[in-house]
């Protein structure tokens, strides 16, 4: 007999997987593809902690599990180490990011290697390699070909550590998403992906999606469909007019005031000083450019400039708090469309200029944010709802329209599409659905990314590099830091900027923003399919078979970054013919996260737990299995050292038990038990139960002297998934030659487990005594039915002091004592 030594057996087995690809389905051939994916990691620091092995050794299970259970499971692994993350790492031990991304490779990898997942290690994927973010380029190119890429000058989020812009995704609460300081706004021309054009179909797919429903329910409310209608104000005095986007028609008659964003192209007509400065490149904003400046008053000019300047600064999340309102009188009045009052426009910065249109009818009795402003700036507060009291705050709630004309009576909600259609019918409104999602920002003024392929001709403006020309290498400089001055470290490279226009062959410059990393991050799962990667992104009829992806496992906090990217571009690719799905994901599913002394395991909490000790002192198949016994994989659970050991002594008696087994009878009740709870618990990622339920049978069958080698195969097969180098190993012993994990995952019979009771008639000397009732699996066991019969009450009555002369056991029927 061996002990069970995990240092001798995990290696080993971890080189012959590979060597004889194992885990390497073919691609072409396959016959019952399943894609099992995991969210690839970002190498940004001294390694993979507990917490990233705990994901991937979840998913890993579910893969191992598919593939014992007949299916081609093809998990591949990669590395998303282009981006801020790893650069910031990069910057913080002081080394160039190219030369820290192949030290992080290596040693990523090798842990990867060594936590024994069935990954295809012939198929990997980095972002940061030319070969594969020429393709991330390309993807670019496309969207641009489409109209889905723009340039525009915009407020977006900057951080002020970090020295780049944000997309709104990766703002939290106001906070930077990397690095935790607080976003400022900043006026920047920037590339964006048009994903507001597929919010629709974003929204109205994700009730099909097999996903965690938390996740399906943050995208929702970042998407945020709104049903309302855009309603035209007449300035009279200019002759111009402002547009308000309103959920609330109903309270067309309450509106006593308008309030435009400080970005709002009206304000911007007003303070700009001449009409030279108004005309901009944007035509929705050239409608203002006509205001007679004269009708202006410089004081009040003076007073909008500081205000929208004042503003400028404060981040959305500040502004949309519910702090003390604040805003400036325009000077002029709009007219309500319904009944023809005039009422004041103000500028606040309370309304948004991302959203709707910039602008809103302010309706103070049933807006709250409404409400406070009037009280603020004194200005008229109109019931137009009732049923509430609007005396100390805004009624919000529903009720019967008063005060309003011809709508008296109409009661809201219901009401609100009467009221759209009878404004349509007069021409002072439109129905309008928005959406709050906004157009995803992808440019960032950084270094470490994929160069954006664009250039830029003063006279034939933005084009992109030709696709033979791809990829524009990322310039390899002394200096990368970030500047903070709104341009990344390219734009001082002479030799990168200046080129010559696809199009005229006059000098031009290149683009010198890099992409996000949640660009790379988008696709990377069509890439795994390609061999031939010089010549095309991904390899279009292995996307038809092995795509959309059958199983993808990772965390919630990607739910609106990189799922929703995902999902966008994967449509993109749809629309333009590539692939002929449009969700990249039929399954989702996230899983908990790690928690050590009472936070969520993180470099920035400083609780970060190393895998390798761990896997030095017990080996990688203890911390699987000890991982995965923690808790519901959906929940996540508390990392102690101490589980660690038990975990250890389970797996050393396993062995013991195993290299016991005999030619010896089966438990066969036992097994089958465990064969289902097994399956069911796995197949729904239950792995915590699963492994109690190993215990379980453990513990019965460890009562056996020997066990039989039957029991020893199926209970090996079950562990597999979650000890895939020691059961390899016992496998073997018994006497196998292919592996365990291509073996099919034993069945269960479902008729046996039935645990169905069964009454049986018990009588003594022929005369009905009582009834017994046993489980129908011991009714042919005629000892414990006369040990039960004996148990009865009236029966025992008639038994005793008498002796049994005669048992007659019919089988599940009737048990009859002659007595002497
Ligand atoms: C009048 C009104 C009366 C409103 C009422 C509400 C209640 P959602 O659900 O988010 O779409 N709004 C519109 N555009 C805005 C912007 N750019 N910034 C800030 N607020 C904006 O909300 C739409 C409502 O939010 C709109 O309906 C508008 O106020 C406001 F009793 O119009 B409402
Ligand atoms: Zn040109």
Same mark, same amino acid.
């Given at each position: 007999?061996?002990?069970?030594?995990p240092?001798?057996?995990?290696?080993?087995?971890q080189e012959?997987?590979?060597?004889a690809?194992?885990?390497?389905?073919?691609?072409?051939?396959?016959?019952?593809?399943?894609?099992?994916?995991?969210?690839?990691?970002?190498?940004?620091?001294?390694?993979?902690?507990?917490?990233n092995?705990?994901?991937f050794t979840?998913?890993?299970?579910?893969? %191992?599990?598919? %593939?014992?259970?007949?299916?081609?499971?093809?998990?591949?692994?990669?590395?998303?180490?282009f981006?801020?993350?790893?650069?910031?790492?990069?910057? *913080? =031990?002081?080394?160039?990011?190219? &030369?820290?991304?192949?030290?992080?490779?290596?040693?990523?990898? %090798?842990?990867?290697?060594?936590?024994?997942?069935?990954?295809d290690?012939?198929?990997?994927?980095?972002t940061?390699?030319?070969?594969?973010?020429?393709?991330?380029?390309?993807?670019?190119? !496309?969207l641009?070909?489409?109209?889905?890429?723009?340039?525009?000058?915009a407020?977006?989020?900057f951080?002020?550590?970090?020295?780049?812009?944000?997309?709104?995704e990766?703002?939290?609460?106001?906070?930077?998403?990397?690095?935790?300081?607080?976003?400022?706004?900043?006026?920047?021309?920037?590339?964006?992906?048009?994903?507001?054009?597929?919010?629709? *179909?974003?929204?109205?797919?994700?009730?099909?999606?097999?996903?965690? &429903?938390?996740?399906?329910?943050?995208?929702?409310?970042?998407?945020?469909?709104?049903e309302?209608?855009?309603? #035209?104000?007449?300035?009279?005095?200019l002759?111009? !007019?402002?547009? =308000?986007?309103?959920?609330?028609?109903?309270?067309?008659?309450?509106?006593?005031f308008l309030?435009?964003?400080?970005?709002?192209?009206?304000?911007?007509?007003?303070?700009s000083?001449?009409?030279?400065?108004?005309?901009?490149?944007?035509?929705?904003?050239?409608?203002?450019?006509?205001?007679?400046i004269?009708?202006?008053?410089?004081k009040?000019? *003076?007073?909008?400039?500081?205000?929208?300047?004042?503003?400028?600064?404060?981040?959305?999340?500040?502004?949309?708090?519910?702090?003390?309102?604040?805003?400036?009188?325009?000077?002029?009045?709009? =007219?309500?469309?319904v009944?023809?009052?005039?009422?004041? +426009?103000?500028?606040?910065?309370?309304?948004?200029?991302?959203?709707?249109?910039?602008?809103?009818?302010?309706?103070?009795?049933?807006?709250?944010?409404?409400?406070e402003?009037?009280?603020?700036?004194?200005l008229?507060?109109?019931?137009?709802?009732?049923?509430?009291?609007?005396?100390?705050?805004?009624?919000?709630?529903?009720?019967?329209?008063?005060?309003?004309?011809?709508?008296?009576?109409?009661?809201?909600? &219901?009401?609100i599409?009467?009221?759209?259609?009878?404004?349509?019918?007069k021409?002072?409104?439109?129905?309008?659905?928005?959406?709050?999602?906004?157009?995803?920002?992808?440019?960032?003024?950084?270094?470490?990314g994929?160069?954006?392929?664009?250039?830029?001709?003063?006279?034939?403006?933005?084009?992109?590099?030709?696709?033979?020309?791809?990829? +524009?290498?990322?310039?390899?400089?002394e200096?990368?830091? @970030?500047?903070?001055?709104?341009?990344?470290?390219?734009?001082?490279?002479?030799?990168?900027?200046?080129?010559?226009c696809?199009?005229?062959?006059?000098?031009?410059?290149?683009?010198?923003?890099? #992409?996000?990393?949640? =660009?790379?991050?988008?696709?990377?799962?069509?890439?795994?399919?390609?061999?031939?990667?010089?010549?095309?992104?991904?390899?279009?009829?292995?996307v038809?078979?092995?795509?959309?992806?059958?199983?993808?496992?990772?965390?919630?906090e990607?739910s609106?970054?990189?799922?929703?990217?995902?999902?966008?571009i994967t449509?993109?690719?749809?629309?333009l013919?590539?692939?002929?799905?449009?969700?990249?994901?039929?399954?989702?599913?996230?899983h908990?996260?790690?928690?050590k002394?009472?936070a969520?395991?993180?470099k920035?909490?400083?609780?970060?737990?190393?895998?390798?000790?761990?896997?030095?002192?017990?080996?990688?198949?203890?911390l699987?299995?000890?991982?995965?016994?923690?808790?519901?994989?959906?929940a996540?659970?508390?990392? %102690?050292?101490?589980?660690?050991?038990?975990?250890?002594?389970?797996?050393?008696r396993?062995?013991?038990?195993?290299?016991? /087994?005999?030619?010896?009878?089966?438990?066969?009740?036992?097994?089958?038990?465990?064969?289902?709870? +097994?399956?069911?618990?796995?197949?729904?990622?239950?792995?915590?139960?699963?492994?109690?339920?190993?215990?379980?049978?453990?513990?019965?069958?460890?009562?056996?002297?020997k066990?039989?080698?039957?029991?020893?195969?199926?209970?090996?097969?079950l562990?597999?998934?979650?000890?895939?180098?020691?059961?390899?190993?016992?496998?073997?012993?018994?006497?196998?030659?292919?592996?365990?994990?291509?073996?099919?995952? @034993?069945?269960f019979? &479902?008729?046996?487990?039935?645990?169905?009771?069964?009454?049986? /008639? +018990?009588?003594?000397?022929?005369?009905?005594?009582?009834?017994?009732?046993?489980?129908?699996?011991?009714?042919?066991?005629?000892?414990?039915?006369?040990?039960?019969?004996?148990e009865? /009450?009236?029966?025992?009555?008639?038994?005793?002091?008498?002796?049994?002369?005669?048992?007659?056991?019919?089988?599940?029927?009737?048990?009859?004592?002659?007595?002497?």
């Open positions: 007999m061996n002990q069970y030594n240092s001798e057996i995990e290696k080993k087995w012959k997987w590979e060597k690809k194992v885990f390497s389905p073919d691609l072409d051939k396959a016959k019952n593809p399943f894609f099992n994916l995991m969210m690839f990691p970002y190498p940004s620091a001294e390694g993979m902690h507990v917490g092995m705990y994901a979840g998913a890993d299970v579910y893969g %191992r599990f598919q %593939r014992m259970s007949g299916n081609d499971v093809f998990e591949p692994i990669g590395l998303d180490g981006g801020i993350h790893s650069e910031n790492y990069a910057l *913080k =031990v002081g080394r160039h990011p190219a &030369e820290q991304a192949e030290i992080s490779e290596k040693n990523f990898y %090798r842990q990867l290697h060594s936590i024994g997942n069935s990954y290690w012939n198929r990997t994927v980095e940061y390699k030319p070969e594969y973010y020429h393709w991330t380029q390309w993807l670019f190119i !496309q641009f070909n489409a109209g889905l890429a723009y340039k525009k000058k407020p977006v989020n951080c002020p550590k970090d020295l780049t812009v944000l997309a709104d990766q703002v939290e609460g106001g906070l930077c998403e990397r690095c935790g300081s607080v976003v400022e706004k900043r006026e920047l021309e920037q590339w964006f992906f048009k994903i507001t054009d597929y919010a629709e *179909k974003l929204l109205g797919n994700i009730e099909g999606l097999n996903w965690t &429903e938390k996740v399906k329910i943050a995208q929702r409310n970042w998407i945020g469909r709104s309302g209608a855009v309603i #035209s104000f007449e300035i009279p005095q002759d111009c !007019q402002i547009n =308000v986007f309103t959920t609330r028609p109903d309270t067309l008659f309450g509106a006593t309030v435009l964003s400080p970005e709002h192209p009206f304000i911007k007509a007003l303070i000083q001449n009409a030279e400065n108004q005309k901009t490149s944007n035509d929705t904003e050239d409608i203002y450019s006509d205001i007679d004269q009708k202006i008053d410089t009040i000019r *003076k007073e909008l400039s500081e205000y929208v300047k004042k503003s400028q600064n404060k981040s959305e999340d500040e502004r949309k708090e519910n702090k003390e309102k604040s805003g400036v009188f325009t000077g002029f009045n709009a =007219v309500n469309p009944n023809g009052e005039e009422i004041p +426009v103000w500028v606040s910065d309370y309304v948004l200029s991302g959203y709707g249109t910039g602008a809103i009818m302010a309706v103070p009795a049933h807006d709250e944010r409404d409400f402003f009037a009280k603020k700036f004194d008229p507060i109109k019931e137009v709802i009732g049923g509430g009291d609007i005396r100390a705050k805004a009624y919000e709630g529903d009720g019967e329209i008063i005060n309003s004309q011809d709508w008296n009576g109409w009661k809201t909600p &219901e009401s599409s009467k009221v759209i259609s009878w404004l349509e019918e021409g002072l409104g439109k129905k309008q659905i928005n959406y709050h999602l906004r157009d995803w920002l992808i440019s960032r003024q950084r270094y470490w994929p160069p954006i392929p664009m250039i830029h001709c003063e006279k034939c403006g933005w084009n992109p590099v030709p696709e033979e020309d791809l990829p +524009v290498l990322l310039p390899e400089v200096d990368y830091k @970030p500047k903070g001055n709104g341009k990344s470290p390219l734009a001082n490279i002479e030799s990168f900027v200046s080129t010559t696809p199009k005229c062959g006059g000098e031009a410059k290149r683009e010198t923003d890099v #992409s996000d990393s949640f =660009v790379d991050s988008c696709w990377y799962f069509f890439r795994y399919t390609s061999t031939d990667i010089e010549n095309n992104a991904f390899d279009i009829e292995r038809k078979k092995w795509l959309p992806v059958n199983m993808y496992i990772g965390g919630a990607h609106v970054l990189h799922l929703l990217y995902a999902r966008f449509m993109v690719l749809h629309d013919k590539f692939i002929d799905f449009e969700e990249p994901f039929s399954r989702f599913f996230a908990g996260l790690i928690i002394d009472g969520k395991m993180s920035s909490k400083g609780n970060v737990i190393v895998p390798d000790q761990y896997i030095a002192k017990f080996g990688a198949d203890t699987r299995c000890y991982l995965m016994f923690l808790g519901p994989f959906s996540g659970g508390d990392f %102690r050292d101490s589980g660690m050991e038990g975990m250890n002594r389970f797996l050393k396993v062995w013991k038990m195993i290299e016991s /087994a005999a030619d010896v009878d089966s438990d066969s009740q036992m097994l089958n038990k465990t064969v289902k709870k +097994v399956t069911e618990d796995v197949s729904e990622l239950r792995y915590n139960t699963a492994i109690a339920g190993l215990m379980e049978c453990y513990n019965a069958l460890s009562k056996k002297d066990i039989s080698k039957e029991e020893a195969k199926v209970f090996l097969k562990l597999a998934p979650f000890a895939p180098h020691m059961t390899e190993e016992l496998w073997e012993k018994l006497g196998e030659t292919e592996s365990i994990h291509l073996q099919n995952w @034993p069945k019979d &479902e008729g046996a487990l039935v645990e169905n009771e069964i009454n049986i /008639a +018990v009588s003594v000397n022929g005369k009905a005594r009582g009834v017994i009732m046993v489980s129908a699996d011991r009714v042919d066991d005629q000892n414990f039915i006369e040990q039960k019969a004996k009865n /009450a009236n029966v025992s009555k008639f038994l005793d002091g008498v002796s049994v002369a005669k048992v007659i056991y019919v089988p599940g029927k009737i048990i009859n004592f002659v007595t002497k």
